[in-house]
């Protein structure tokens, strides 16, 4: 099949446009391709390109960002059945060229010697084989349209609806619905197989006897026929075959005539489409060679239609196990720590999250739940730095009633509220030495006692710890007991710097306008390129955490909807980022000059220089830092 792409939403829905050897550009200009009357699509918004036989999506510095299944990215491999939003249109990518597999002359269809009237393989389908079908029709001119005609009709409406974005029961319902048109059948089902069973489920079915689309037994000794077989089968009189009289579901019926083909896949069947009738006399060979033409078309529509729903509930797991917690990035640091969650989730060992503040380590111990099989336990989480030893050990083991001054009844702790679930153990380093050789014992034992208790309950948690600290450092001085860390240390893994993975920057930029401009009901907010470059030239000591602050202090600020440089704090601006105009060259110009005079003047003292400035010492610091003037005074 040709590469297209499909308008899902948005004005131009429902059209497509075949990828051809050119680029295809999306955007608002006139000279685009795709054009897009849409004030979040920039003029030139992405482009599709062929490369090395596939097709590449790039982001063309647009405002608002382009998104692949949901995810923000910049470039991207595209594969069949991808979603790609573009403002507030959709669409989809289609690539895939499934075909039947040609049949090995070795392969016959079992016992068929029993099988009454006729069989079909695709290959031989008058209406698969474009010559053959012109004969035909050159013959017949002049002799009235006949069944060629309505067939062919039918097979052409067949072909368009397979290749419109439509869900599996939706496409089968449809699907049956054209054929029944043109069948005489009284029933009608599709069926598709459970993926790597032989089982089959009622995907759409259709019964006129009773007017409804209930579902109905369909014999199983003729289904494992047909996808044995590989071939549309046509039954004059099921009454006449041996075992098909003595099916359980046939026995006792008023059917007489079956006419069923496979859906074929290159993997094996897809499942089958099946009609019968009372009649004996119902169905002739051109309804089979029309049914087994019509199996081959719908094949490929439904089978990516299955793909697709796999890959929204992959891509839902996904967005549950990474996105919705705010993991957003494509850098291959990211992509470590996508494999690292991957692999790490499953399984109940604890895991040391380490990083400097800000990384995310928080973001990623709820990716690692969320993606194990404690996702439906709860989360707790408990910052070890904030509370003093006597408030934290009651906080994580909880206390009995009179444990202590003020413990007027019982409380449970973190522990036992995490049970069944993960509990997430931040800044661990800072837990006192006393306290540790407690959470020591839960780690092997899998018990502790309340506060003030005698009784043991039982830790059925799983336990995520995360630290900034160096922790190899406390073992030397002391502060952190040897055997506690090797407990923590089973699995480990130290989440990148913002300033490690700059590529990540305009995404997670993006990714918080929006989030932001959500929550602050503001529509349509985005990044000028002079913004972004200043974002991505920025060291970010505070890293992502900074970052997320940042951009909703810029939409806050801001006024318009595109936010500029001026919308970011100096200390962005003067840490590298271009400046956006004469004006913020001259701020920062005047900046570097007045405090180098004030150096001086203070012989080299920074207090003396923060007084001369009229600032405080650490702001002296930070402005000598982040306007890059450090080599400049030591000269």
């Not at 004030?39 to 608002?64: A, N, T, Y």
């Not at 019968?276 to 089979?288: I, Y």
């Not at 509930?313 to 549950?320: A, K, M, S």
């Not at 839960?442 to 043991?456: A, C, H, K, W």
Request: glycine residues 8%; aromatic residues 4%; charged residues 25%.
């Amino acid at each position: 099949m040709t590469p297209r792409l499909i308008a899902l939403s948005g004005p131009l829905r429902g059209q497509f446009w075949e990828l051809g050897p050119e680029s295809l550009i999306v955007g608002r200009q006139t000279d685009c391709q795709v054009r897009l009357a849409d004030p979040e699509v920039s003029r030139h918004h992405c482009e599709l390109r062929p490369e090395g036989g596939h097709w590449l999506m790039r982001d063309l510095e647009s405002r608002h960002g382009t998104f692949a299944n949901g995810v923000p990215v910049r470039e991207r491999r595209l594969e069949h059945t991808d979603v790609l939003q573009v403002g507030d249109n959709s669409f989809l990518f289609l690539c895939d060229d499934t075909r039947p597999r040609p049949p090995e002359a070795h392969e016959v269809p079992p016992d068929t010697t029993s099988w009454s009237t006729v069989q079909r393989r695709p290959e031989d389908v008058l209406y698969l084989q474009p010559r053959r079908l012109r004969a035909t029709l050159t013959e017949t001119l002049g002799q009235g349209p006949g069944h060629i005609a309505a067939d062919l009709q039918a097979l052409l409406e067949l072909s368009t609806t397979v290749h419109e974005p439509r869900d599996e029961a939706r496409l089968a319902a449809r699907i049956l619905e054209l054929l029944r048109a043109v069948l005489p059948a009284e029933r009608g089902t599709v069926l598709l197989c459970e993926p790597g069973t032989e089982e089959t489920v009622t995907a759409a079915a259709w019964d006129q006897r009773t007017s409804s689309d209930t579902p109905f037994p369909v014999s199983t000794t003729l289904v494992s026929r047909v996808l044995e077989g590989k071939v549309g089968c046509l039954y004059s009189d099921v009454s006449e075959d041996a075992r098909l009289g003595e099916a359980e579901s046939l026995r006792g019926t008023v059917v007489r005539s079956v006419l069923c083909a496979p859906l074929p896949s290159q993997a094996g069947p897809l499942g089958l489409l099946y009609f019968d009738a009372s009649s004996s006399l119902a169905f002739d060979e051109h309804h089979l060679d029309l049914l087994t033409a019509a199996a081959t078309l719908s094949a490929h529509g439904l089978a990516s239609a299955r793909h697709l729903a796999r890959l929204e509930r992959e891509n839902l797991r996904l967005r549950e196990a990474h996105l919705e917690h705010g993991i957003v990035g494509e850098s291959a640091a990211m992509q470590r720590l996508f494999r690292f969650i991957s692999r790490a989730a499953p399984v109940d060992s604890t895991v040391l999250l380490r990083g400097e503040s800000g990384t995310g380590k928080e973001v990623a111990a709820r990716a690692l739940h969320k993606a194990s099989a404690r996702a439906n336990g709860p989360f707790v989480a408990i910052n070890c730095a904030t509370l003093s030893e006597t408030l934290l050990e009651s906080e994580l083991f909880g206390h009995e009633k009179g444990a202590f001054t003020g413990a007027v009844a019982r409380k449970e702790g973190k522990l036992e509220l995490a049970q069944g679930g993960t509990l997430f153990l931040d800044e661990v380093g800072e837990i006192p030495v006393a306290l540790q050789a407690r959470l020591l014992r839960v780690l092997q034992e899998r018990e502790f006692q309340r506060v003030g208790g005698t009784r043991s309950l039982r830790a059925d948690v799983r336990l995520i710890a995360a630290t900034n600290r160096d922790l190899e450092s406390a073992l030397r001085e002391g502060r952190f007991r040897e055997d506690l860390f090797y407990r923590l240390n089973v699995i480990s893994f130290t989440l990148p710097p913002l300033r490690e993975r700059r590529d990540d920057i305009p995404l997670l930029a993006r990714h918080f306008a929006r989030l932001h401009g959500e929550n602050l009901r503001r529509r349509a907010v985005s990044l000028s390129p002079t913004a972004l470059h200043a974002l991505e030239s920025y060291d970010w000591p505070g890293n992502i955490r900074q970052l997320g602050n940042v951009i909703e202090r810029a939409l806050v600020l801001g006024v318009d909807e595109l936010l500029q440089p001026e919308d970011l704090p100096d200390e962005v601006l003067e840490g590298g980022g271009a400046p956006a105009s004469d004006f913020q060259a001259t701020l920062t110009s005047t900046k570097k000059k007045s405090i180098l005079e004030a150096m001086e003047k203070a012989e080299g003292n920074y207090r003396e220089a923060a007084a001369l400035l009229g600032i405080h010492v650490n702001s002296l610091h930070r402005l000598i830092r982040n306007l890059g003037l450090k080599q400049q005074l030591s000269r």
